[in-house]
């Protein structure tokens, strides 16, 4: 079984040459530290950010430089910073080549809700709407379960969706799925853990082809 | 030329009234017009609708109008980190509409730029595009969302001159010069106002013509919402 950072080395493995990568907050955060250094990568921030370094050393944050977590940040040389209008052009556009970001709920159909539980929780979408209405290549970071134990993939989700129909693909601390024509489809499993253990933790439709290989981290 | 530029804070915000609509640039405390807000606190003004990306923290940015309960209605696309403003919330005190960022972003952009609505993605299939017509382009589904109407935007910049030309620095720019022009009256608040000739024209940010009224800020805390950093070992 995998640790939040054991999701974001996984994932970093989806990043290739060339990528402008959109981070959501939370476990897709962590990605950039595991990102291989002999490739190029640019991390797009949705407040206005395209270039994104690591956080300052003490002593140089800058209050006008920080990433869409609210979080003091750097640059890295070729960045640039825009307007949110512009920062969403190259989202809507499709100039961003891929989005990871963390779910409440997945469904079978790729639906995905990460925003709102009534009466509880209301926080607001950010800019997720737009990223999973827009955005051809999705990653979801997220664990397999709740923390009562309740499956995250299910057959439909129960609470307001951010979108309908836009995730490809899902890592979590049990396996890489992939979003189907008839559910979800096990890709990988994470090591040590089994295909029954990921079965019995996934509620939606579950293809389970006859190789279902260990990551390879 | 043209001259913008005003004395103060109060002289900017001559003609704001109760129930107006006001638009604050800023992403999280980042950016935000400091002096404009401290000025509509000292004003007393209520029954407020603000646009704005976020609500501020609890006794900072726009959590200083709410702490005073001077804002009837929030449109938002987060509205986390406030505990005040959860609280109103939920006792229904305050009404909030929230909206997908990019599409808030876009209505200020629509209404800067004379464009009464335009369809987008962001949000199909949820409760956001509830009531909203729907459209569908080369097979994709799309959501029709009007331009906001505000009375007044404020808006935050680093530097400006007496023309109202505005020029940002890093991630602070965020809404603002989306918002500059997309209001009846947009004051713009700059930490550093210079006089006309003294920026490049080829840097200015948002030409002077979207701003009516300017001010040297008299103060700015610019407060870090989450100081990240690396150590040095």
Redesign the interface.
Known sequence: MLDKNGIARRIAREVKDGYYVNLGIGIPTLVANFVRDDIEVEFQ?????LGMG????????????????????TTLPGAS?????M??AM??GQHVDLTILGAMEVAENG?IAN??IPGKM?????????LV??AENIIVAMMHTNKAGASKLLERCTL??????CVKKIVTNLAVLEVGPEGFILLERAPGVSVAEIKAATAGRLHIPDEVPEMDL | MIVKTVANAREALKGVSDSMTFMFGGFGLSGIPENAIAELVRLGVKDLTCISNNAGVDDFGLGLLLQQRQIRKMISSYVGENDEFERQMLSGELEVELTPQGTLAEKCRAAQAGIPAFYTPAGYGTEVAAGKETREYNGKMYVLEPAYEADFAFVKAWKGDEAGNLIFKGSARNFNPVMAGAAKVTVAEVEELLPAGALDPNQIHIPGIFVKRIFQGELYEKRIEQRTVRTRS
Not at chain 1, 61 to 68: K, L, Q, R, S, V
Not at chain 1, 81 to 85: A, H, L, N, P, V
Not at chain 1, 122 to 130: P, R, T, W
Not at chain 1, 160 to 165: E, K, Q, S
């Open positions: 921030s949705e407040n206005g950010v690591p956080f300052p050393w003490e002593g140089e944050e800058d209050p006008d430089i920080i990433n869409a977590g609210k979080q003091t940040i910073f825009f307007d949110s209008s920062s969403f989202i809507r639906d925003w709102k209301v926080k607001g979408m950010g800019g997720a709407m737009d209405a827009s307001p969706l951010t979108g309908v129909g």
